[in-house]
């Protein structure tokens, strides 16, 4: 028995083609308009809830690898407490530049050499982090930092004034 096909109404593919290609392009307008912002204020919130856990003893899971990391880098001359508070306040100005947007090359600067320090005991304690040839949940925590330095890269970039162009700009 032979299948009869229902015709198709004409342009409709064409049609629903330019739907398609108009929403992607109102996304890649809206993206390219706010999305550093965002990539700005969330490692901003990120530096700033770290930071501020950092003021409360016993409460930031990373205190005591920030504490060792900078006695470590300097050479033991700041102690454990100084170590931390001077962590907290680092990454508490952070995510306030990032979250507000003021003086932002100010706390890029700053992200840029807390992230020297950040990524350091993947150096200072490689062994203790990766024991056997696997990471340690500390050593995955400091390695997600590498999204970090990413998103400051990103943020940097824009501040000094790189823009984000859609095709045909």
């Known amino acids: 028995m032979p299948t009869t096909t229902r015709p198709r109404a004409a342009g409709r593919p064409a049609r629903t083609r330019a739907l398609v290609d108009d929403a992607v392009a109102a996304l890649a307008r809206g993206l390219a308009r706010h999305s550093v912002t965002a990539l700005r204020i969330a490692l901003g919130l990120v530096f700033l809830g770290f930071g501020v856990l950092k003021f409360f003893p016993g409460v930031s899971p990373a205190a005591d690898l920030a504490q ?13 407490t100084a170590a931390l508070l001077l962590t907290a306040v680092l990454e508490t100005l ?10 932002l090359r100010t706390g890029l600067v700053l992200l840029a050499g807390a992230l ?6 993947l150096v200072l304690f490689f062994d203790e982090l990766f024991p056997a040839g696997g990471p340690t ?16 890269a990103v943020i940097a970039a824009v501040a000094l004034g790189a823009r984000l162009r859609l095709p045909g700009e």
């Open 68 to 80: 060792r990391t900078i006695g470590e880098l300097t050479l033991g001359l700041v102690g454990p």
């Open 94 to 103: 952070i995510g306030l530049t990032l979250v507000t947007g003021r003086f």
């Open 116 to 121: 020297v320090g950040i990524m350091s005991p």
């Open 137 to 152: 949940i500390v050593a995955q925590y400091v390695l997600k930092d590498v999204v970090l330095a990413a998103a400051g």
